[in-house]
């Protein structure tokens, strides 16, 4: 038994690709940019099938350092990686022996809401709350 506690093992993931978001960097009028935080909310179906979300996790971020490129600043705003949220929720089934058809495999896919805000000095920025589906 001792020799089993070396045993570490990865999480699986059932999204294989990033599901990444990106936040708009908010206008450039706002010069003093170190007290933006961009906010991601995650939320998910209260039940399966349900049309009700519940939040599962509210992600702060900062945004990436501004580049200049043919004398222009470029603000790239802020990225979010949710795959790894969504991944808990995701269940793979391996096909049944005797199965000839093909099946729906409803457990492989999750609807899921994201609402993103942006606040500066604990003030919300206008016109950056948005939802995504």
Known sequence: ??????????SLRLSRNAVAYTIDAVSDSITARADL????????PKSP?????????????R????RT???ADIYPGAQFDVSVFL???LFRNAPRPDQAKIVSC????????????VENAGVLVPSVLTFCV
Do not use: N, R
């Open 1 to 10: 038994m001792d020799a089993l506690t070396l045993l570490s093992f990865l």
């Open 106 to 117: 409803s457990d492989q896919i999750t609807p899921y809401l994201v609402q993103v805000w």
């Open 63 to 66: 945004e990436l350092p501004k």
């Open 69 to 71: 490129e043919l004398g």
């Open 87 to 89: 991944d808990d929720f």
């Open 49 to 61: 099938g349900s049309g009700e979300y519940t939040e599962l996790i509210t992600l702060p971020g």
């Open 37 to 44: 935080i961009y906010y991601l909310c995650l939320k998910k």
